[in-house]
């Protein structure tokens, strides 16, 4: 029987490691030793790993995620999927770079992690790391997170949880996949269809802020984020809402921001749900200073988007409508037909 060529690629993060004889936790010496704990992969796959580094994922930012996503590219037609195992604190941005960098997919690219240490009892690492080269065996085209119970689509992972290994939640869509007594996945996942030819488009422009509205939060704050970036996303309340009573209105930094040919994005602070910049005043407000709405996308998916975006244009306008545009399941479809600037 045919056993599928997957190449493993190892980041670093708490799934790479390992308790030393002093009891504090340090990364695993080589891939091979961490894939000899999950011997039971050799039954159904052909696995080759290289390491792309050791880094707790806080460390990784946008250059690691060109360089993840450009390996994939090299090797894109020697392997028949991708497996990556990852720390969890920062895998939804990378999973959401490598779903806009990667697109057309014809193969799957699996990210996994864990919350316990692979050689420390009660690790949820074996566990997931077997799970993501099922699925990266499996007919699934798409960047995904496979973590505990679930089968994420890449850009709308979040890590919801610092303390249960079902870590990762589905925002805003259902999980693509579910992992039980076998694997069922849903019908709303990207299978692999011959002749389809993957889309690199490696572009990143890493200075994008991020600004959560809180009750006092100053328009000058606001005004240095957008004078030291190239564009911001602002996560206000509710369905986008921002201030406007205040004398230095923050409004009035968006508006002069966007004068000046930069975007804001305007997001929701809330975990699920979409902007509806319409529904009050103080979301109409923003909205007519230039935001452009984040409608249902998570707030790691807007950032890397916005960087992603601004990496290939500084135009206003194409900035705006590729933000609204949905290029790998970011943005609901309803959404994306109804919502407007
Ligand atoms: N700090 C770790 C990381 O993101 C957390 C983990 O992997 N569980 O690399």
């Given at each position: 029987m045919y056993r599928p060529k997957i190449l493993h690629i190892a980041t670093g993060g708490t799934i790479a490691m390992a308790k030393g004889e002093d009891g504090s936790l340090a990364p695993i010496e080589s891939n091979e030793d961490l894939l000899k704990m999950v011997p039971e992969i050799d039954g159904f796959a052909q696995v080759h790993t290289i390491r792309l580094s050791s880094f707790d994922s806080a460390d990784l930012s946008p250059p690691f995620w060109l360089d993840l996503a450009r390996v994939i590219h090299e090797e894109y037609e020697n392997y028949d999927g991708f497996v990556v195992s990852h720390g969890t604190d920062t895998m939804a941005y990378s999973a959401a770079a490598l779903s806009y960098i990667l697109q057309e997919l014809d193969k799957p690219v699996v990210l996994t992690g864990s919350q316990?240490?692979?050689?420390?009892?009660?690790?949820d690492g074996k566990r997931n790391l077997v799970n993501a080269f099922r699925v990266a065996t499996s007919d699934i085209a798409e960047v995904m997170v496979v973590f505990g119970s679930k089968i994420i689509r890449g850009v709308r992972?979040?890590?919801?949880?610092?303390?249960?290994?079902?870590?990762f939640e589905s925002i805003n869509e259902n999980a693509i996949g579910e992992i039980g007594l076998q694997l069922r996945f849903s019908k709303s996942r990207a299978t692999r269809r011959a002749g389809r030819r993957l889309l690199y488009t490696p572009a990143m422009e890493p200075s994008v802020g991020l600004v959560t509205i809180h009750p006092g939060l100053r328009g000058e704050v606001l005004e240095y984020m957008v004078d030291h970036h190239e564009g911001v996303i602002l996560l206000g309340y509710g369905t986008g809402n921002i201030p406007v009573r205040e004398e230095d209105s923050l409004v009035s930094v968006v508006k002069a921001a966007t004068q000046k040919g930069k975007p804001v994005v305007v997001g929701t602070q809330c975990v699920l749900g979409s902007t509806n910049l319409s529904l009050y005043k103080v979301g109409k407000n923003v909205m007519n200073a230039g935001a452009i709405p984040s409608v249902d996308m998570t707030p790691e998916a807007a950032l890397v988007k916005l960087m992603w975006v601004l990496g290939q244009t500084k135009d206003l306008s194409r900035v705006e409508s590729m933000m609204m545009k949905s290029y790998c399941g970011e943005i609901s479809k309803q959404l994306e037909l109804t919502c407007h600037v």
């Open positions: 316990i240490a692979i050689g420390v009892i009660g690790s992972a979040r890590k919801i949880s610092a303390f249960s290994l079902e870590a």
